[in-house]
């Protein structure tokens, strides 16, 4: 069985500004890629996620854009190769009630011990990152500062 995992939340913002606040680098700056972003997310780029507890700016192909809808992106592995990359896709759903859910759902790990335990890490990201969001785009609160080193 090859790892795959999805993580949700609801964030009490319409999904127009909760798609921004991936979309837009300056955002993402602010509550998750603390490091800093370079690039817009737009359909066929690649654009860079630094984090301070994670030295190294990552390369993320973005395979995929629906606005205020989905992102598709990909990333891992050797820069360049598609060799032990995975594909990440976030979905971004409009609640009727001006709060969106924001669903992230992670495959192409590979079928052993390593991918299993690379899975189980980039799930605790991604719950991380949705609770981070939350907590910015309602209240301007940045969780990740400090959570990590």
């Not at 909760?18 to 955002?27: G, S």
Request: glycine share 14%.
């Amino acid at each position: 069985m090859k790892p795959e995992f999805e993580v949700s939340g609801r964030i009490a913002r319409p999904v127009h500004e909760v798609f921004e606040a991936v979309a837009d680098p300056a955002k993402l700056s602010g509550y998750f890629t603390t490091g800093g972003a370079k690039g817009r997310i737009e359909e066929g780029a690649t654009v860079t996620w630094d984090f301070h507890d994670f030295p190294g700016a990552f390369p993320v192909h973005i395979a995929e854009v629906v606005p205020d809808q989905r992102i598709v992106l990909e990333w891992g592995g050797p820069e360049g190769s598609g060799e032990g990359a995975t594909r990440v896709t976030m979905r971004f759903e409009d609640l009727g009630d001006g709060r969106t859910l924001v669903s992230i759902h992670e495959e192409g790990f590979a079928p052993n011990d390593k991918g299993t335990k690379q899975s189980y890490g980039n799930c605790m990201g991604w719950a991380q990152m949705i609770s981070a969001m939350k907590a910015w785009v309602e209240h301007g609160l940045n969780l990740r500062e400090g959570m990590y080193r």
